[in-house]
């Protein structure tokens, strides 16, 4: 069965640092790019970071762009999120999905279930 499981959400003070996990089960995982998405209350999901399948390529939204950076371990079949300098903005569920192929733009056909990250003073 196909399933994401993310950890390691909580509650940060502004600047300060998280790093996200995603497990995977359930499919080849190094055929697949995978992507983080985001959803803030009252917001639309949105794309973070994705990254391809062998890991060489990576992107990532604009409004992350030096602070967050996407990793993968196709051995342990895990991807990661670390956050570096997070901003209230940066508050919202945060969703690993897999990608149709790579790029941020990508048609997604499996989420997890999602971590909340809250970043608050």
């Known amino acids: 069965q196909l399933q994401f499981v993310e950890s390691g959400g909580g509650l940060v003070q502004p600047g300060g640092s998280l790093r996200l996990s995603c497990s995977a089960s359930?499919?080849?995982?190094?055929?697949?790019?995978i992507a983080w998405f985001r959803q803030a209350p009252g917001k639309e999901r949105e794309g973070v970071a994705c990254?391809?399948?062998?890991?060489?390529?990576?992107n990532y939204a604009d409004s992350v762009k030096g602070r967050f950076t996407i990793s993968r371990d196709n051995a342990k079949k895990m991807v990661y999120l670390q956050m570096n300098n997070l901003k209230p903005e940066d508050t919202g569920v945060y969703y690993c999905?897999?990608?149709?192929?790579?790029?941020?733009?990508?048609?997604?056909?499996?989420w997890g279930k999602g971590t909340l990250v809250t970043v608050s003073s």
């Open positions: 999905a897999r990608g149709r192929w790579y790029g941020l733009d990508a048609p997604m056909d499996y």
């Open positions: 359930g499919f080849q995982f190094n055929y697949y790019a």
């Open positions: 990254i391809s399948n062998g890991g060489g390529g990576t």
